[in-house]
């Protein structure tokens, strides 16, 4: 039998779940010794009698032959070393004891050959953190073509198109609220394009809704101050279905809120969302399908942005960021000549829309020449998802014409 498996695996504690192929659904995995919880903690045990490693179970902290590892998730993202019963172990083959414990609970005699793909998402994705999970597995034995790694936000956008159409109809919202802060965010379904574009849009609320309120006595302040982000975010917006996650709501403080505000929409609380997003991604991604969606995160460019230029007498496009790309990994640079004209043009096209617009930036005081001697540098970067910093240099042309070192530049909201 082949596994499709999704987890989420965080500082504080790590949830599991597999895909069933028989039903299309996805099944929580018990990860404590009592075979009640589906999560446990993001730490691993090491029995100094067995010499093994262990699931983590809170009996350990007290048993003075079982040495805990509860940074693990620290050392994932750092990728040091740890001496264990004066053994040095790497981060990569202490991920790999751990991730063959997880497993383990799925079925005591699953090997590495019996994961089909796995899918991690995490809370942010860090580059190191990636490679390291990525290391860890691969360390146990599961190949790099068969796993995936994303963050909360893009493990959700999968979750929600592997939902019955109608929620997802509109727009859908998310409101993420833990000890690190509250944000809330928005997903916009690109409905008339193949494949599907969904584009995540975040706000952040800490400063409003602060998990502190949560020890006070009374929970009147953090109900009033939800309820005035939900009637900020969501006045006159076209929402189909919100879900609420994350520790800050535990409890029924916010039921009240997300019951007035549930009139023509889906309401969904729970704390397992990632990790079922982790199996639906999975699943989409080894067993087929992923390939309908164009996914775009809260830090990837939801549009593309191309210099327009004629070489060898064919009009063509510079690429300078792509839909999808990482805002901070798109941008370049390029040498133009200009002829007959003192304008730059850029072709800018959005993931929800089906037209592309052309952006013309004018050097002003740059003479306009026909005999192709005016020659300038085009800088392309991105401070943000949401805008272009076009930086243009005067470098003149050799002998014929000394540069007069004048710069341009214009920010293009895309």
């Given amino acids: 039998m082949e596994y499709i498996v999704g987890i989420d695996l965080c500082r504080d504690f790590t949830q599991l779940c597999i895909f069933n192929n028989e039903s299309n659904t996805v099944d929580s995995v018990a990860l404590s010794s009592d075979r009640q919880s589906a999560r446990v903690k993001t730490a691993i045990t090491y029995s100094k009698t067995s010499k093994d490693f262990m699931v983590y179970s809170p009996l350990h902290d007290a048993k003075p032959d079982c040495e805990v590892i509860n940074n693990l998730y620290d050392l994932a993202l750092t990728g040091e070393s740890v001496t264990i019963d004066d053994e040095e172990y790497s981060s990569e083959r202490l991920l790999a004891r751990f991730f063959r414990r997880l497993f383990y609970c799925i079925n005591r005699e699953i090997e590495a050959k019996d994961i089909k793909g796995v899918a ?16 860890g597995l691969a360390y146990y034995g599961i190949h790099p073509e068969k796993i995936r790694i994303c963050d909360h936000i893009e493990s959700f956008m999968y979750y929600v198109v592997m ?18 802060g509250f944000k809330y965010y928005v997903l916009h379904f690109g409905r008339k394009q193949q494949p599907m574009s969904i584009v995540a849009e975040n706000s952040d609320f800490s400063d409003t809704v602060k998990y502190s309120m949560l020890s006070e006595e009374d929970d ?12 900020i975010m969501l006045h006159k917006q076209n929402i189909s279905a919100i879900y609420a996650t994350g520790d800050g709501f535990d409890g ?9 505000i549930s009139s023509g929409r889906r309401i969904f609380k729970g704390q397992n969302l990632y990790v079922k997003a982790a199996a639906y991604v999975a699943h989409l991604v080894f067993d087929g399908g992923s390939e309908n969606y164009l996914i775009i995160g809260e830090d990837d460019l939801k549009s593309s942005i191309a210099l327009r230029v004629t070489s060898h007498k064919e009009q063509i496009e510079l690429p300078f960021g792509k839909v999808g790309q990482k805002y901070y990994e798109a941008g370049g640079s390029c040498e133009i000549i200009l002829d007959n004209t003192n304008e730059i043009d850029f072709m800018i096209h959005n993931a929800l829309k089906k037209d592309s617009f052309c952006a013309i930036m004018t050097l002003d005081a740059l003479p306009t020449r026909r005999n192709k001697t005016n020659r300038v540098s085009v800088e392309v970067r991105f401070p943000s998802r949401d805008a272009a910093v076009v930086t243009v240099k005067d470098v003149g042309f050799g002998e014929i014409r000394k540069t007069d070192y004048r710069i341009w530049e214009q920010v293009l909201n895309l």
Avoid: M
Avoid at 124 to 134: G, V
């Fill in 163 to 180: 939902q019955n159409k109608d929620i997802w109809i509109n727009d859908v919202g998310l409101f993420d609220f833990d000890k690190d």
């Fill in 252 to 260: 029924s403080w916010a039921d009240e809120i997300l019951k007035k």
């Fill in 120 to 135: 991690v998402t995490v809370k942010n994705l860090d580059l190191n953190l990636k490679k390291n999970l990525e290391s």
């Fill in 220 to 231: 009147i302040r953090i109900k009033y101050a939800f309820e005035s982000v939900c009637g």
